[in-house]
């Protein structure tokens, strides 16, 4: 497989994505070499880095969904509505409200993990949903790590396990030293996870068209870097 960011019968999407991915790696070079370190410039909560990265969950997220609305089959539904509704939880977990202009009307629903509650109800009726399709939903997952999109939301994944290690002081000693490495590697995490549903969004709608479907009868599963 050949890891890029073009998607079958188009370079303008790879285009759009490294373009995107070029100006963030400029903003963040930017933001390590004049910023504070001492205190964490720019890389606090609610500051530029980590708005960056609520706005690559939301965007990744919310393209999930739509697959999994233009999707006809059962399984495939099921599988991209989890990843949305897993992009969904790690973005409720990201967002912070106080000291901001929310905090007045939503800091209850967070001290009060009212967010996560209503996660788990969704959770629980997408697994409930899932239960009949057990053996199908792994063998479409795993058909699916392997394409494009796949390759680039697993890569997210396991960036965003590895700040983990950064948040502990890890790769570097300091608090607000490992916070600006930490949230510089999510912020590169959240767009593989952007980069990931935007690809199987594009990757859909091309295996939509007659002449294409033709040729990939399958549908996006199929789809193949």
């Not at 964490?40 to 530029?48: D, H, L, P, S, V």
């Not at 409200?97 to 009726?125: K, Q, S």
């Not at 930490?182 to 091309?206: D, H, M, P, S």
Request: glycine residues 10%; hydrophobic residues 50%; contains cysteine.
């Amino acid at each position: 497989m050949r890891l890029s960011f073009g998607t079958t019968g188009s370079g303008l999407h790879g285009a759009f994505l490294w373009t995107l991915f070029t100006a963030m790696a400029g903003f963040l070079s930017y933001a390590l070499a004049t910023g504070d370190w001492t205190i964490g410039e720019g890389f606090r909560e609610n500051q530029a880095a980590e708005i960056l990265q609520l706005l690559y969950l939301l965007a990744g997220a919310l393209l999930f969904f739509f697959a999994a609305y233009g999707e006809t089959a059962p399984v495939s539904r099921r599988l991209f509505a989890g990843l949305g509704l897993f992009l969904t939880t790690v973005l409720s977990r990201e967002v912070e409200v106080e000291r901001t202009w929310a905090e007045p009307y939503f800091l209850f629903i967070i001290e009060g993990d009212i967010h996560y509650a209503v996660l788990g109800v969704f959770w629980l009726g997408l697994i409930a949903a899932s239960l009949r399709y057990i053996r199908a939903g792994f063998e479409a997952a795993w058909a699916w790590a392997k394409t494009r999109p796949g390759v680039f939301t697993l890569l997210g994944i396991a960036l965003y396990v590895f700040t983990d290690a950064t948040e502990k002081e890890v790769l570097i000693e300091g608090k607000n030293q490992s916070k600006m490495i930490e949230e510089t590697i999510e912020c590169v995490a959240t767009y593989l996870f952007f980069a990931g549903a935007y690809l199987n969004l594009t990757a859909q709608r091309l295996t939509a068209r007659p002449a294409h479907t033709a040729r990939h009868p399958s549908g996006p599963l199929e789809s193949r870097g």
